[in-house]
């Protein structure tokens, strides 16, 4: 498993954008598929974007798609997720999950969450 630690969540306006992040530690951050996911009040978490050790592998929610851009940088150990465009909808504590490069269809790691509120 891989330690993951989000950031830079906070409150923004319909139409605005923010850049959440996730610092990994404990295990070579190259060897495991980063993704994104998301849970707003009474809903259930759901899938948000996923890249694979290269950045040569990405999905996104039909929901996001064109609004969200996922990216990693390896030698810094982070994974970011930059959001444009943003709706009240996407309001939402946003967590960082890691799948590891042997089971990438198994997110094992997770990130204790940061904030996006988005008024209207």
């Known amino acids: 498993q891989v330690k993951l630690v989000e950031s830079g969540g906070g409150l923004v306006q319909a139409g605005g954008s923010l850049r959440v992040s996730c610092a990994a530690s404990?295990?070579?951050?190259?060897?495991?598929?980063m993704g994104w996911f998301r849970q707003a009040p009474g809903k259930e978490r759901e899938f948000v974007a996923a890249?694979?050790?290269?950045?040569?592998?990405?999905n996104y929610a039909d929901s996001v798609k064109g609004r969200f851009t996922i990216s990693r940088e390896n030698a810094k150990n982070t994974v970011y997720l930059q959001m444009n465009s943003l709706k009240p909808e996407d309001t939402a504590v946003y967590y960082c999950?890691?799948?590891?490069?042997?089971?990438?269809?198994?997110?094992?790691?997770w990130g204790q969450g940061t904030q996006v509120t988005v008024s209207s």
């Open positions: 999950a890691a799948a590891p490069a042997n089971n990438m269809g198994v997110w094992s790691s």
């Open positions: 404990g295990r070579p951050f190259s060897y495991f598929r």
């Open positions: 890249i694979n050790w290269s950045g040569g592998n990405i």
